[in-house]
Protein backbone atom coordinates (compact mmCIF):
# COMPACT_ATOMS: atom_id res chain seq x y z
CA UNK A 1 0.00 0.00 0.00
CA UNK A 2 1.26 3.39 -0.86
CA UNK A 3 1.90 5.75 1.89
CA UNK A 4 2.18 9.64 1.46
CA UNK A 5 4.54 10.65 4.56
CA UNK A 6 2.89 13.72 6.63
CA UNK A 7 4.93 16.03 8.72
CA UNK A 8 4.65 15.55 12.42
CA UNK A 9 6.43 17.73 15.07
CA UNK A 10 9.48 16.68 16.94
CA UNK A 11 9.06 16.76 20.66
CA UNK A 12 11.23 15.64 23.93
CA UNK A 13 10.74 12.96 26.29
CA UNK A 14 9.56 15.48 28.69
CA UNK A 15 7.48 17.55 26.44
CA UNK A 16 7.83 19.97 23.32
CA UNK A 17 11.59 20.79 23.04
CA UNK A 18 12.88 24.96 21.75
CA UNK A 19 14.18 22.77 18.60
CA UNK A 20 16.45 25.51 17.08
CA UNK A 21 19.09 23.61 14.76
CA UNK A 22 21.96 23.38 17.38
CA UNK A 23 21.80 27.19 17.52
CA UNK A 24 21.28 29.27 20.61
CA UNK A 25 18.20 29.91 21.40
CA UNK A 26 17.03 33.44 22.10
CA UNK A 27 16.83 33.67 25.87
CA UNK A 28 20.42 31.50 25.67
CA UNK A 29 22.59 33.87 23.18
CA UNK A 30 21.25 36.26 25.70
CA UNK A 31 22.35 35.22 28.83
CA UNK A 32 25.78 34.01 27.24
CA UNK A 33 26.55 37.56 25.86
CA UNK A 34 25.15 38.54 29.57
CA UNK A 35 27.28 36.31 31.85
CA UNK A 36 26.97 38.85 35.00
CA UNK A 37 23.24 39.08 34.63
CA UNK A 38 22.99 35.32 35.32
CA UNK A 39 20.47 34.10 38.07
CA UNK A 40 22.74 32.84 40.74
CA UNK A 41 25.74 34.87 39.36
CA UNK A 42 27.47 34.71 42.64
CA UNK A 43 31.10 33.51 42.39
CA UNK A 44 31.82 29.99 41.21
CA UNK A 45 31.72 27.37 43.95
CA UNK A 46 34.64 24.68 44.21
CA UNK A 47 32.05 21.80 42.90
CA UNK A 48 34.44 19.30 44.09
CA UNK A 49 34.74 17.66 40.90
CA UNK A 50 38.49 18.39 38.39
CA UNK A 51 36.04 19.06 35.82
CA UNK A 52 36.49 22.24 33.98
CA UNK A 53 32.69 23.31 35.15
CA UNK A 54 32.49 25.03 38.55
CA UNK A 55 29.09 24.84 40.12
CA UNK A 56 27.46 27.95 41.28
CA UNK A 57 24.87 27.64 43.61
CA UNK A 58 21.43 27.52 42.76
CA UNK A 59 18.91 30.95 42.78
CA UNK A 60 16.57 31.43 45.41
CA UNK A 61 13.64 32.68 44.05
CA UNK A 62 13.77 35.17 40.99
CA UNK A 63 17.10 37.08 40.16
CA UNK A 64 17.68 40.89 40.45
CA UNK A 65 16.41 42.70 37.47
CA UNK A 66 19.43 43.33 35.22
CA UNK A 67 20.57 47.28 35.22
CA UNK A 68 20.37 48.79 31.92
CA UNK A 69 22.89 49.38 29.73
CA UNK A 70 25.26 52.35 30.79
CA UNK A 71 24.71 55.03 27.49
CA UNK A 72 27.83 57.44 29.33
CA UNK A 73 30.81 57.25 26.63
CA UNK A 74 33.16 56.88 28.88
CA UNK A 75 31.98 53.77 30.67
CA UNK A 76 32.10 52.50 27.47
CA UNK A 77 35.51 53.97 26.51
CA UNK A 78 36.43 52.03 29.57
CA UNK A 79 34.72 48.98 28.93
CA UNK A 80 36.42 48.90 25.41
CA UNK A 81 39.85 49.48 27.14
CA UNK A 82 39.38 46.13 29.15
CA UNK A 83 38.10 44.01 26.07
CA UNK A 84 41.60 45.37 24.38
CA UNK A 85 43.53 44.88 27.63
CA UNK A 86 41.90 41.33 27.95
CA UNK A 87 42.80 40.54 24.73
CA UNK A 88 39.32 39.84 22.79
CA UNK A 89 39.51 42.98 20.35
CA UNK A 90 42.24 43.85 18.29
CA UNK A 91 43.84 47.16 18.31
CA UNK A 92 42.01 47.85 15.43
CA UNK A 93 38.53 46.82 16.40
CA UNK A 94 39.72 49.10 19.22
CA UNK A 95 40.20 52.04 16.93
CA UNK A 96 37.19 51.45 14.99
CA UNK A 97 34.80 50.88 17.84
CA UNK A 98 36.37 54.05 19.79
CA UNK A 99 35.66 56.07 16.64
CA UNK A 100 31.88 55.17 17.18
CA UNK A 101 31.14 56.03 20.85
CA UNK A 102 29.32 58.94 21.24
CA UNK A 103 27.52 59.41 18.00
CA UNK B 1 0.16 7.22 27.72
CA UNK B 2 3.81 7.30 28.67
CA UNK B 3 5.83 9.37 25.51
CA UNK B 4 6.34 7.31 23.00
CA UNK B 5 9.18 7.63 20.61
CA UNK B 6 9.77 6.93 17.07
CA UNK B 7 12.68 4.79 16.01
CA UNK B 8 13.62 4.47 11.95
CA UNK B 9 15.97 1.44 11.38
CA UNK B 10 17.30 0.92 7.95
CA UNK B 11 17.84 -2.56 6.70
CA UNK B 12 19.13 -3.61 3.07
CA UNK B 13 17.14 -6.81 3.31
CA UNK B 14 15.49 -7.42 6.84
CA UNK B 15 15.80 -10.92 8.53
CA UNK B 16 12.82 -11.48 11.29
CA UNK B 17 14.29 -13.81 13.60
CA UNK B 18 12.20 -12.96 16.40
CA UNK B 19 14.98 -11.75 18.43
CA UNK B 20 14.66 -7.78 18.65
CA UNK B 21 10.46 -8.54 19.56
CA UNK B 22 11.77 -10.90 22.17
CA UNK B 23 13.83 -8.05 23.57
CA UNK B 24 10.77 -5.70 23.59
CA UNK B 25 8.19 -8.68 25.17
CA UNK B 26 11.26 -8.77 27.90
CA UNK B 27 11.33 -4.75 28.21
CA UNK B 28 7.38 -4.68 28.70
CA UNK B 29 7.43 -7.35 31.32
CA UNK B 30 9.56 -5.05 33.54
CA UNK B 31 7.80 -1.85 32.66
CA UNK B 32 10.27 -0.28 30.73
CA UNK B 33 9.08 0.03 27.46
CA UNK B 34 6.38 -0.91 25.07
CA UNK B 35 6.09 -1.46 21.16
CA UNK B 36 2.86 0.02 20.48
CA UNK B 37 3.40 -0.29 16.71
CA UNK B 38 5.98 -1.40 14.30
CA UNK B 39 5.90 -0.54 10.89
CA UNK B 40 7.93 -1.72 7.32
CA UNK B 41 8.25 0.52 4.67
CA UNK B 42 10.07 0.45 1.18
CA UNK B 43 10.97 3.72 -0.44
CA UNK B 44 11.52 3.23 -4.17
CA UNK B 45 14.06 4.83 -6.27
CA UNK B 46 11.38 7.71 -6.94
CA UNK B 47 10.84 8.53 -3.42
CA UNK B 48 7.46 6.84 -3.06
CA UNK B 49 6.74 4.77 -0.20
CA UNK B 50 5.12 1.59 0.41
CA UNK B 51 4.13 -0.19 3.49
CA UNK B 52 5.22 -3.38 3.45
CA UNK B 53 3.28 -6.82 5.40
CA UNK B 54 3.61 -7.85 8.62
CA UNK B 55 6.33 -10.22 9.42
CA UNK B 56 5.24 -13.92 8.82
CA UNK B 57 3.55 -14.73 12.38
CA UNK B 58 3.17 -11.43 13.72
CA UNK B 59 -0.41 -10.05 13.63
CA UNK B 60 -1.84 -8.88 10.27
CA UNK B 61 -2.61 -5.34 11.68
CA UNK B 62 0.84 -4.65 12.89
CA UNK B 63 1.85 -1.69 11.30
CA UNK B 64 -1.49 0.17 11.07
CA UNK B 65 -1.03 2.64 13.53
CA UNK B 66 1.77 3.72 11.98
CA UNK B 67 0.79 4.22 8.63
CA UNK B 68 -2.21 6.07 10.10
CA UNK B 69 0.06 8.34 12.02
CA UNK B 70 2.74 8.94 10.26
CA UNK B 71 1.26 8.46 7.03
CA UNK B 72 -1.52 11.02 5.12
CA UNK B 73 -5.08 9.77 4.02
CA UNK B 74 -5.31 9.26 0.77
CA UNK B 75 -8.00 11.89 0.32
CA UNK B 76 -5.94 14.29 2.06
CA UNK B 77 -3.03 14.24 -0.70
CA UNK B 78 -3.03 17.91 -1.29
CA UNK B 79 -4.08 18.95 2.37
CA UNK B 80 -1.05 21.06 3.60
CA UNK B 81 0.35 19.12 6.92
CA UNK B 82 -1.14 20.30 9.91
CA UNK B 83 1.93 22.27 11.57
CA UNK B 84 1.73 25.35 13.94
CA UNK B 85 2.68 28.45 13.06
CA UNK B 86 6.40 29.35 13.83
CA UNK B 87 9.30 30.95 13.11
CA UNK B 88 11.48 27.74 13.11
CA UNK B 89 9.15 24.96 12.04
CA UNK B 90 11.47 23.85 9.20
CA UNK B 91 13.55 22.76 11.57
CA UNK B 92 10.95 21.43 14.37
CA UNK B 93 9.32 19.11 11.89
CA UNK B 94 10.09 15.72 10.06
CA UNK B 95 8.91 13.15 8.20
CA UNK B 96 9.61 9.83 7.11
CA UNK B 97 10.88 11.29 4.06
CA UNK B 98 13.57 13.03 6.01
CA UNK B 99 14.64 10.07 7.34
CA UNK B 100 14.65 7.24 4.67
CA UNK B 101 16.28 7.48 1.92
CA UNK B 102 15.24 6.31 -1.32
CA UNK B 103 15.86 2.48 -2.98
CA UNK B 104 15.63 1.29 0.69
CA UNK B 105 13.83 -0.25 3.56
CA UNK B 106 13.22 0.57 6.77
CA UNK B 107 11.29 -0.65 10.22
CA UNK B 108 9.60 2.20 12.32
CA UNK B 109 8.92 1.40 15.60
CA UNK B 110 6.08 3.53 18.07
CA UNK B 111 8.08 2.83 21.47
CA UNK B 112 6.10 4.15 24.60
CA UNK B 113 8.71 4.70 27.27
CA UNK B 114 6.12 3.73 30.17
CA UNK B 115 8.92 4.12 32.93
CA UNK B 116 9.53 7.96 31.48
CA UNK B 117 5.40 8.74 32.54
CA UNK B 118 5.66 9.19 36.53
CA UNK B 119 9.60 11.19 35.81
CA UNK B 120 7.62 13.63 32.83
CA UNK B 121 4.89 14.54 35.66
CA UNK B 122 7.46 15.08 38.48
CA UNK B 123 9.30 17.12 36.23
CA UNK B 124 6.13 19.32 35.53
CA UNK B 125 4.91 19.21 38.55
CA UNK B 126 8.13 20.81 40.12
CA UNK B 127 7.92 23.24 37.56
CA UNK B 128 10.74 22.46 35.08
CA UNK B 129 10.41 22.80 31.16
CA UNK B 130 12.31 21.30 28.71
CA UNK B 131 15.28 23.20 27.53
CA UNK B 132 17.19 19.99 25.39
CA UNK B 133 17.25 16.42 24.68
CA UNK B 134 19.60 14.50 23.03
CA UNK B 135 21.55 10.88 23.28
CA UNK B 136 25.40 11.04 24.43
CA UNK B 137 27.47 10.74 20.90
CA UNK B 138 29.48 7.07 21.12
CA UNK B 139 32.79 8.64 22.04
CA UNK B 140 31.27 11.70 24.67
CA UNK B 141 30.35 7.87 26.23
CA UNK B 142 33.46 6.69 26.70
CA UNK B 143 34.55 9.93 27.90
CA UNK B 144 31.69 9.21 30.31
CA UNK B 145 32.77 6.24 31.13
CA UNK B 146 36.31 6.85 31.64
CA UNK B 147 34.83 9.15 34.37
CA UNK B 148 33.04 6.95 35.96
CA UNK B 149 35.79 4.63 36.57
CA UNK B 150 38.17 6.93 37.47
CA UNK B 151 35.86 8.40 40.20
CA UNK B 152 35.58 4.39 41.43
CA UNK B 153 39.38 4.07 41.11
Known sequence: MLLVPKQLMRA??????PYYGGRFTPAQAY??????????????????????????????GRPPAPPPP?????????????????????????ERLRSRVGR | MGPVQVVVVGFDQPTFSGEVLAEFTR????????????????????????????PSGADAELGGLAAALLGRPEDEDNVEPAVPDADDVDVMAWSLA???????MAAVALIEHTWAGPLKAAIQRAGG????ETWLSPGDLDVLESLIAQRKG
Open chain 2, 98 to 104: DAVPAGS
Open chain 2, 27 to 54: LREAGIVRLVDLLLVSRAEDGAFETLAA
Open chain 1, 12 to 17: GMTGNV
Open chain 1, 31 to 60: AASHPEWRPGSGPAVAGGTSGPLARTPLPE
Open chain 2, 129 to 132: SPLE
Open chain 1, 70 to 94: SRDPADTLLALQNLLDGGVITPEEY
